[in-house]
């Protein structure tokens, strides 16, 4: 069996399956949706965007899944500045919906009942879990860099029971932005909560920002190997059962990353490097 090193460094390449691609605003819902070109009985993932963002600034990542088997599919709604929290959970669970209730692709393609999850970034990250909690159906939650949410992320986290994945940022506090370590604190359900050593929280979105020619907020190619090394490795376990994924779904050692435990003072956690700290904090 591969290690949880070797398997990292698979699955933050592109996977065996070709994708296709559709329109989720076919079936009323705007969106996308990636598949592998053919399957019967796949998992999938609904994926909330982060706050003034959209489902293509994630289209690559969703692209990603899919090649390794799984349906992977955005509402691209609540992109404003105004974004209501429970519209996009609630357009996450209308997105899971379509994908299970319908034939993708030519007819040819399918996804499980039993075999779902959501996942998400910054304010998606916290509106995934609040739709977790809202939903038995679901089996897994991940939270990419998770921002505050209203209703609170952290209330619906302490009522789920489900396998969780939570990925931070080097800064070690929350903050108006931020809520990383109250909401992997506040999850009661087996979970694991990763730092990255280095990047910043906006590193995996795809796309020209604004202060991308001054060197701040552009993608990182480092953050988005990691970030989708431990998505695929933590959903292709939990909704699948493959078991050779478990060690990276978990508690293995990533280069980058350490596990860490919410509830340990801050004092005893990692601690980031200046340069990724202020980098962490000038991104947002």
């Not at 991308?212 to 376990?237: Q, W």
């Not at 078991?243 to 779904?249: D, N």
């Not at 050692?253 to 801050?266: F, L, M, N, S, Y």
């Amino acid at each position: 069996m591969a290690t949880p090193k070797k398997l990292a460094g698979e699955l933050g390449r592109r996977g065996p399956h070709k994708v296709l691609r559709g329109n989720l605003a076919l079936a009323g819902q705007p969106g996308i949706v990636f598949t592998p070109a053919t399957g019967y009985n796949l998992p999938a993932v609904a994926f909330g965007h982060g706050w003034l963002l959209g489902a293509e600034r994630y289209a690559n990542t969703l692209k990603h899944l899919a090649s390794w088997g799984i349906v992977a599919a955005a509402p691209d709604t609540e992109r404003g500045p105004l974004a209501s929290h429970r519209g996009l959970a609630a357009d996450l669970g209308t997105t899971l919906d379509i994908v299970t209730g319908v034939r993708l692709g030519t007819g040819d393609i399918s996804v499980h009942p039993d075999k779902l999850a959501v996942a998400g970034h910054g304010m998606g990250a916290s509106v995934a879990v609040l739709e977790a909690a809202a939903r038995s159906d679901i089996k897994a939650v991940a939270a990419l860099y998770p921002a505050p949410s209203s209703p609170s992320a952290e209330d619906a986290a302490a009522t789920l029971s489900i396998p969780s994945l939570v990925l931070g940022d080097p800064a070690l506090t929350d903050s108006l932005n931020d809520n990383t370590l109250s909401l992997a604190g506040a999850l009661t359900g087996p979970s694991t909560f990763r730092r990255l050593s280095k990047g910043t929280s906006d590193g995996i979105v795809e796309g020209r920002r604004l202060l991308s020619p001054l060197g701040v907020g552009g993608t990182e190619k480092a953050t988005v190997h990691t970030t989708r090394a431990l998505l695929t490795a933590f959903l292709l376990f939990h909704l699948t059962g493959d078991k050779q994924y478990g060690e990276l779904a978990g508690a293995a050692e990533v280069k980058g990353t350490k596990v860490v435990d919410p509830h340990a003072p801050i004092a005893d956690q990692p601690k980031p490097s200046p340069l990724s700290a202020i980098r962490a904090v000038v991104g947002r």
